[in-house]
């Protein structure tokens, strides 16, 4: 590894773990360069999977704020976010990515479509009964998620806070802070398999760590002042971009 690709990979580590923390979808950066790079896919997407999750730790503790009285909705998906992001990283490695990726364009638009109606949607099912700390469809949707996110990893966000929004009575940001949590666990449970199973380079590890801790941090400065409508709007680009490279590749 040159001086050059090694400021690469942490440039896009501080990237990514700045887009991750305010919206999700760091991961379109990060594993990209590491193709771009000549490294294989899957030995780029464990080693990515790992260094990001310093960095979703680093943003989860700068939404702190956010996360009071939480806990109990935290302990509930947390496990089944685990779970799927188990699960997830058991597919990546024995099966053939082609029929997954096919609709993962689908889930991200349909996550993109929540995203924006969701103030009508919580309005219009204001009568229905909620749980306010996550019922069942909520855990199934953590789980999901965690398997999408084992599994591949980009718009993990985008699709939890898109599928939470609709499912749960909660202000955006603090559900932002819960995506941050979660996700930063489901990076964390699928690396563990990586490391059993897969190659990882640890030099990429270091490198991501250590810009997506600096990004992460960076990024709930940011993200924890934008107004809910900004958020949104932020949250329905990165998507837009996710489908659209999703699709060209």
């Known amino acids: 590894m040159t001086p050059l690709e090694a400021t690469l990979i942490a440039l896009a580590g501080v990237c990514a773990g700045a887009i991750n923390t305010v919206v999700g979808s760091g991961t379109l950066i990060t594993f990209p360069v590491l193709l771009a790079l000549g490294y294989p896919p899957v030995v780029a997407n464990a080693s990515n999977s790992i260094g990001l999750v310093p960095g979703g730790v680093a943003g989860a503790i700068g939404y702190r704020r956010e996360l009071i009285g939480q806990r109990k909705r935290l302990l509930r998906l947390g496990g089944a976010s685990l779970l799927g992001g188990v699960t997830g990283a058991v597919l990546l490695l024995v099966l053939s990515p082609d029929v997954f ?7 991200i638009v349909i996550a993109l479509i929540l995203v924006v109606a969701q103030p009508w949607l919580s309005r219009k099912l204001a009568s229905m009964e909620r749980h306010e700390h996550g019922g069942a469809s909520a855990i199934a ?3 999901g998620t965690g398997v999408y996110g084992g599994y591949f990893g980009a718009a993990q966000g985008v699709l939890l806070v898109g599928m939470l929004g609709i499912l749960m009575d909660e202000r955006l940001q603090r559900l932002n802070a819960l ?3 979660l996700t930063a666990g489901v990076n964390l449970v699928a690396g563990l398999v990586f490391v059993a199973i897969a190659d990882v380079d640890w030099w990429i590890v270091l490198l991501i760590a250590a810009g997506s801790t600096a990004g992460g941090i960076l990024g709930a400065k940011i993200g924890r002042r934008l107004p809910p409508a900004v958020l949104r709007g932020l949250i329905v680009a990165v998507g837009l971009v996710a489908v659209v490279l999703l699709v060209i590749d």
């Open 179 to 181: 995506k941050n949590v």
């Open 141 to 143: 949707a953590a789980y």
């Open 101 to 107: 990726e096919a609709v993962v364009p689908v889930l």
